[in-house]
């Protein structure tokens, strides 16, 4: 997957990283309703963050390489499952866990990525696939 975190942050934690680039306008300009985000930033790649229930569904255009992508995410209690698919063919599954104020995320991509990292509000996200 060219940017594995961008597709599987797709959780609170991507809200939260897309409502801050919104809030300082360095990297993205967004439009937001009560089950909508919708961002275009300066490199001119495009996503969507759609919500219905317990529910993610996210939409993009990654510019550089001209590919679309699709993810939803199902979220059950501190579990989120999600898959994705892009224009090019490439695939991904994968799953978050929230334990607290930490999230540790899996994901595998018919690319041959996969791995995994720990997200927490204090420290950003590491990669934990060591």
């Given at each position: 997957?060219r940017?594995?975190?961008k597709f599987?942050?797709?959780?609170?934690?991507l809200?939260w990283v897309?409502?801050?680039?919104?809030?300082?306008?360095?990297?993205a300009?967004c439009?937001?309703?009560?089950?909508?985000?919708?961002?275009?930033?300066?490199?001119g790649n495009a996503y969507?963050?759609?919500?219905?229930?317990?529910?993610i569904?996210?939409?993009?255009?990654?510019?550089?390489?001209?590919?679309?992508?699709?993810?939803?995410n199902?979220?059950?209690g501190?579990?989120?499952f999600?898959?994705?698919?892009?224009?090019?063919g490439?695939?991904?599954?994968?799953y978050?866990?929230?334990?607290?104020?930490?999230t540790?995320?899996?994901?595998?991509?018919?690319g041959?990525?996969?791995?995994?990292?720990?997200?927490g509000?204090m420290?950003?996200?590491?990669?934990?696939?060591?």
């Open positions: 997957m940017n594995h975190l599987v942050l797709a959780s609170p934690l809200l897309l409502s801050v680039s919104a809030q300082t306008s360095l990297l300009n439009t937001r309703s009560a089950n909508l985000l919708a961002c275009v930033d300066i490199q969507s963050v759609a919500t219905a229930g317990n529910t569904y996210l939409r993009g255009f990654e510019a550089a390489s001209r590919r679309y992508w699709a993810q939803t199902s979220r059950y501190q579990l989120t999600f898959t994705g698919l892009a224009s090019d490439e695939s991904w599954v994968g978050s866990r929230r334990v607290g104020w930490t540790l995320n899996r994901f595998s991509s018919s041959g990525s996969g791995g995994a990292f720990v997200c509000r420290n950003g996200c590491q990669d934990s696939s060591r």
